[in-house]
């Protein structure tokens, strides 16, 4: 009689096939971390691309947080489960030649480049072809996929750090450079608005002191002017005076008197020209 599993070891055993980054039932190829858990390698590889660019060939389990280091082949280096990898499907049956049914495949034409069996080699289409043991093309052919593999990875890995290269060169000119710039224009202006301040303050003081030494010169003309204005009045009024005068030789004294003496005082003009007032200090 056959005993049945228990309902719990069954949801024990669904859990140990589930990927701890996908949730879901493995999927081929199934990978094996060196701390014994277990993930799709498309899972592990998405892992690894991401912290890759922090930690290159460095990851963590994200079941323990186990330090994984790959090889040069990076996530295709790790081991194949090939138990959990086979737990969903059986195995492929031998292939068997199409033109031989009772016959497995076992050689490998070079000329026409397909796999078929030594009665095809004999008798068959591919009596006259150059033929290889089946084996032997195998492991050169997965040697070469092998090196491949490896190129496509140091190519990822050369892309991945040119990337991460223009990642910073654009973090360096967002942060570093535009600050830098943004500052050293910030400074270049103040320095430009103290030497116009300073430039103002200079010219301000040459036009206050042009203008107090205007002023100093034109009120000195003025009590220059009033005092000859004053003289002259008072000549005018003597002269009047002196039209008054009834004796002909005391007027003829007295006017060329006068006349002589007030010519004198007042005949020295003051010079003086509006236009050399308006002139600019600079």
Request: charged share 25%; with cysteine.
């Amino acid at each position: 009689m056959m005993r049945l599993v228990p309902e719990s070891a069954m949801e024990e055993l669904e859990k140990q096939l589930l990927c701890p980054v996908c949730l879901e039932m493995f999927s081929k190829p199934v990978v094996i971390l060196p701390c014994q858990h277990n993930l799709c390698r498309k899972c592990a590889n998405d892992i690894f691309q991401v912290k890759s660019r922090y930690s290159k060939s460095v990851f963590r389990c994200p079941s323990c947080r186990h330090e994984v280091t790959l090889n040069r082949h990076g996530v295709f280096g790790l081991q194949r489960n090939l138990l959990n990898q086979t737990w969903r499907a059986p195995l492929s049956p031998q292939l068997m030649c199409e033109e031989h049914p009772d016959e497995k495949i076992n050689i490998y034409c070079v000329l026409c480049e397909t796999p078929t069996c030594s009665l095809c080699k004999v008798f068959g289409r591919h009596r006259d072809c150059e033929v290889a043991p089946l084996g032997t093309v195998y492991v050169r052919m997965k040697s070469e996929l092998s090196d491949g593999i490896a190129g496509l990875i140091a190519t990822n890995d050369h892309l991945q750090a040119v990337m991460s290269q223009m990642e910073d060169a654009c973090r360096t000119i967002e942060v570093d450079n535009g600050e830098s710039q943004c500052e050293h224009l910030r400074l270049s202006f103040a320095a430009l608005e103290r030497l116009l301040d300073q430039r103002k303050q200079h010219l301000v003081e040459m036009i206050t002191e042009h203008q107090d030494e205007q002023l100093r010169h034109v009120r000195t003309l003025i009590r220059a002017h009033g005092g000859r204005l004053e003289g002259g009045v008072a000549l005018v009024e003597n002269a009047i005076q002196t039209m008054d005068e009834p004796h002909m030789s005391t007027f003829i004294q007295v006017t060329h008197f006068r006349q002589a003496r007030d010519f004198l005082a007042i005949s020295a003009p003051v010079p003086f020209s509006h236009s050399a007032l308006s002139g600019a200090p600079f």
